[in-house]
């Protein structure tokens, strides 16, 4: 009962078919191959970023380097730091420019 899959005449039609589709099963196994190699190689070269809280105190790494800074606020990948008034830059910086105080 209902619709029977057409059958080719021509008798090479089905072999074409079955090893275009043992090309395209090879291509999707070398593809989560390369993938996964890709993973593995720049997950060696990744490093965690140092973990903050509030009220910890850190050392913003810049030309400006005056003391410690207080963290106010951590954010996704960047912290509100509470700067000296005297001091004319933003106070939300990238967590890549300051690392935490171990004194």
Request: glycine content about 4%.
């Amino acid at each position: 009962m209902g619709v029977e899959p057409m059958t080719s005449k021509v008798e090479a039609a089905e072999g074409v078919a079955k090893s275009w589709f043992q090309v395209f099963q090879d291509v999707k196994a070398n593809l989560a191959k390369a993938r996964s190699w890709q993973k593995q190689q720049a997950d060696r070269c990744h490093s965690s970023a140092p973990s903050y809280s509030i009220g910890s105190q850190s050392r913003k790494l810049s030309e400006k380097w005056i003391g410690l800074y207080k963290v106010l606020e951590v954010l996704l990948n960047t912290l509100k730091l509470k700067l000296p008034r005297n001091m004319r830059i933003h106070p939300v910086v990238n967590i890549s420019w300051v690392k935490p105080y171990l004194g």
